[in-house]
């Protein structure tokens, strides 16, 4: 089992930044991907990036230029920057987990471990 505990959601004007940021703990595999998902007020969820196991980044069209995801594996630690917030961000956004490779990752929102999640208001 992993547990996966985010942190660092808030209320922001447009333009604005947060840093959110995702501690797993537990028993972790030695190679898993991790990402960043988010669920919109009244839509399903979607991928807003992945870091595979071999290390591949992606990142949704409609952040790219906007948000950077990192990992610091010595402390398990996975980490979102977003810059230039827009209202289109708001969201309860989640980290997620998996031991399994998927080329596909961005768009599995319901695959691996997820944690409760940490909600970002945009106005």
């Known amino acids: 089992q992993v547990q996966l505990v985010e942190s660092g959601g808030g209320s922001v004007q447009a333009g604005g930044s947060l840093r959110l940021s995702c501690v797993a703990s537990?028993?972790?595999?030695?190679?898993?991907?991790m990402g960043w998902f988010r669920q919109p007020p009244g839509k399903e969820r979607e991928g807003v990036a992945t870091?595979?196991?071999?290390?591949?980044?992606t990142y949704a069209d409609s952040v790219k230029g906007r948000f950077t995801i990192s990992k610091d594996k010595a402390n398990n630690t996975l980490y979102l920057q977003m810059n230039s917030l827009k209202p289109e961000d708001t969201g309860l956004y989640y980290c997620?987990?998996?031991?399994?490779?998927?080329?596909?990752?961005?768009?599995?929102?319901?695959?691996?471990?997820r944690g409760q999640g940490t909600q970002v208001t945009v106005s």
């Open positions: 537990g028993y972790i595999p030695s190679k898993y991907s």
């Open positions: 870091i595979d196991m071999d290390g591949t980044i």
């Open positions: 997620s987990a998996t031991s399994l490779y998927y080329s596909d990752y961005l768009s599995r929102p319901d695959v691996g471990y």
